[in-house]
């Protein structure tokens, strides 16, 4: 199976800043990795898809990039909002099996 | 609006059985493969399994050993999860989730449901 590793598992940083969370796969994956964003006590959300694509609804200041085994999402102008835990997951052994990575915690200052 | 409401789920012993239910609205279910993705208390999301949009596909994680059986009911809009001889490692919160791709599935889900808590334990 294609492992996912995350870092860092946990960030804090102050509204405003920008927060960068690296996803790195065992093998290469080309462009199929998606991120969410779970928040306590509720489901994940689809942030972006097939690596760079933002989901419909989701703010502007979220960003994703790469490709092959390395990839980053950047959240732009951090908000309070924007407090919860981040998963990447790779569907490039789509059939499955589909992994995720170990998660990272954002947290406010 | 996409809806996936879950029902099902609770406390069973190990090596006891119980059927997860997922009745979706708002989108074209048929058109749709449909996953079930569980989390463990204070741990990450591991993907469970798959159905393709006619149901005549499906995937398992190689962890669940044959337990688990996934299926839909398309004239229904309700997807399904049968899981037999359930052990402790098993309790999570269960969602399901919809392929944010239509007829060809892509593996990332743009819709989840609220969850349900399984919970084995004797």
């Known amino acids: 199976d294609i492992q996912m590793t995350q870092s860092p598992s946990f960030v804090s940083a102050s509204v405003g800043d920008r927060v960068t969370i690296t996803c790195r796969a065992s093998?290469?994956?080309?462009?199929?990795l998606a991120w969410y964003q779970q928040k306590p006590g509720t489901a994940p959300k689809l942030l972006i898809f097939?690596?760079?694509s933002l989901h419909s609804g989701v703010p502007s200041r979220f960003r994703g990039s790469g490709s092959g085994t390395d990839f980053t999402l950047t959240i732009n102008s951090l908000q309070p909002e924007d407090s919860a835990t981040y998963y990447c997951?790779?569907?490039?052994?789509?059939?499955?099996?589909?992994?995720f990575g170990g998660g990272t915690r954002v947290e406010i200052k | 609006e996409v809806q996936l409401l879950q029902s099902g789920g609770g406390l069973e012993q190990p090596g006891g059985s119980l059927r997860l239910s997922c009745a979706a609205s708002?989108?074209?279910?048929?058109?749709?493969?449909m996953s079930w993705v569980r989390q463990a208390p204070g741990k990450g999301l591991e993907w469970v399994s798959t159905?393709?949009?006619?149901?005549?596909?499906?995937y398992y994680a190689d962890s669940l050993k044959g337990r688990f059986t996934i299926s839909r009911d398309n004239s229904n809009n309700t997807l399904h999860l049968q899981m037999n001889s359930l052990a402790v490692e098993d309790t999570a919160v269960y969602y399901c989730?919809?392929?944010?791709?239509?007829?060809?599935?892509?593996?990332?889900?743009?819709?989840w449901g609220l969850g349900t808590l399984v919970t084995v334990s004797s």
């Open positions: 989730a919809k392929d944010v791709s239509k007829i060809v599935a892509r593996g990332f889900f743009d819709s």
């Open positions: 708002g989108f074209t279910f048929s058109s749709y493969a």
């Open positions: 159905i393709s949009s006619s149901g005549d596909t499906t």
């Open positions: 093998q290469g994956i080309s462009s199929w």
């Open positions: 097939a690596a760079s």
């Open positions: 997951q790779q569907a490039n052994s789509f059939p499955p099996p589909l992994t």
